[in-house]
C-alpha cells in the first residue's frame, strides 16, 4: 500500500478546500491559515509533483488574469485516486488510533 505523506495529506486536503482555486501560492495560504505556519514554496511544490505522478492530481491551466500579465496559473484538483488514497489513509490511522485508545486522549 502507498501510504501518504502527511505533506501530501495536507495539500490533498487543502486543494479540495481551495474547491478549483488552488494553485502554489493559494495552497501554502492555506494551510499558513489554517495550521498557523509557514511553508516554503518547495514544501508546496515538491510533494504537489509527487501527487501528480501518483495520479492523486490533476494540473490544468486558469484563465488568464491581468495581475499576471494575461497569463494562466497552474491549478491542481483532486482526482479520484487521490481521494482514494486519503481514505486509505484515514482508515489505517483510524485503526491505529483506535489501538492507542485512552492512552493519549
Do not use: H
Amino acid at each position: 500500500m502507498n501510504i501518504l505523506s502527511r505533506a501530501e495529506e495536507i495539500i490533498l486536503l487543502a486543494i479540495l478546500q481551495l474547491d478549483g482555486e488552488a494553485y502554489g501560492l493559494s495552497i501554502r495560504d492555506f494551510i499558513r491559515r489554517t495550521a498557523g505556519r509557514e511553508w516554503s514554496l518547495a514544501q508546496i511544490y515538491d510533494p504537489l509533483g509527487r501527487l501528480a505522478r501518483k495520479g492523486y492530481v490533476r494540473k490544468f491551466k486558469g484563465r488568464p488574469t491581468p495581475e499576471r500579465g494575461g497569463r494562466r496559473k497552474c491549478l491542481y484538483s483532486v482526482t479520484e485516486e487521490g481521494i482514494e488514497a486519503l481514505r486509505r489513509l484515514r482508515s489505517l490511522q483510524d485503526r491505529i488510533w483506535a489501538r492507542v485508545g485512552e492512552k493519549v486522549v
